[in-house]
Nanobody
Framework: QVQLVESGGGLVQAGGSLRLSCAAS????????MGWFRQAPGKERDFVAA????????YYTDSVKGRFTISRDNAKNTVYLQMNSLKPEDTAVYYC????????????????????WGQGTQVTVSS
C-alpha cells in the first residue's frame, strides 16, 4: 500500500549535521501524513517529528525542538529530517512512518497511529 525507504544516516561528531530522507511510493503521497521515530538499543521507539499532508502542520518532541526540522516535497514523494547540533543522545535507528486520518497532535505523535514503516537508517553521534 505504502512503501517507505529511509536514507542519509551515518556517523557524525557531536555538533554536526545530517539530513535524512524518506522516499515513499504506493498511495498518493500528498494524501498521507508523515513522521519520524527513533529507537536506541534497548529502548522503546519514540516520536521525533511529524508533518501533515500539505506541510502546514509540524510537530516535534521537546528534545529536538530548535535543532531538527521536518519538511516534505510532495513533487518528489519525499520527506526529510534535517538534524543540526547533533548530540550523542540522538544516536538511534531512525524510522520514517506514514498514516492517514485526522491531523491532531495526539494522532500525529503516537507511534501506534502509524500503519506504514520504513526499514530504518542508523544515526551515530560521537562525543
Amino acid at each position: 500500500q505504502v512503501q517507505l525507504v529511509e536514507s542519509g544516516g551515518g556517523l557524525v561528531q557531536a555538533g554536526g549535521s545530517l539530513r535524512l530522507s524518506c522516499a515513499a511510493s504506493g498511495r498518493t503521497f500528498s494524501n498521507i501524513n508523515m513522521g519520524w521515530f527513533r529507537q536506541a538499543p534497548g529502548k522503546e521507539r519514540d516520536f521525533v517529528a511529524a508533518i501533515s499532508r500539505s506541510g502546514a502542520n509540524t510537530y516535534y518532541t521537546d528534545s529536538v525542538k530548535g535543532r531538527f526540522t521536518i519538511s516534505r516535497d510532495n513533487a518528489k514523494n519525499t520527506v526529510y529530517l534535517q538534524m543540526n547540533s547533533l548530540k550523542p543522545e540522538d544516536t538511534a535507528v531512525y524510522y520514517c512512518a506514514a498514516r492517514s486520518g485526522l491531523v491532531t497532535k495526539a494522532f500525529m505523535t503516537a507511534l501506534g497511529e502509524y500503519a506504514y514503516w520504513g526499514q530504518g537508517t542508523q544515526v551515530t553521534v560521537s562525543s
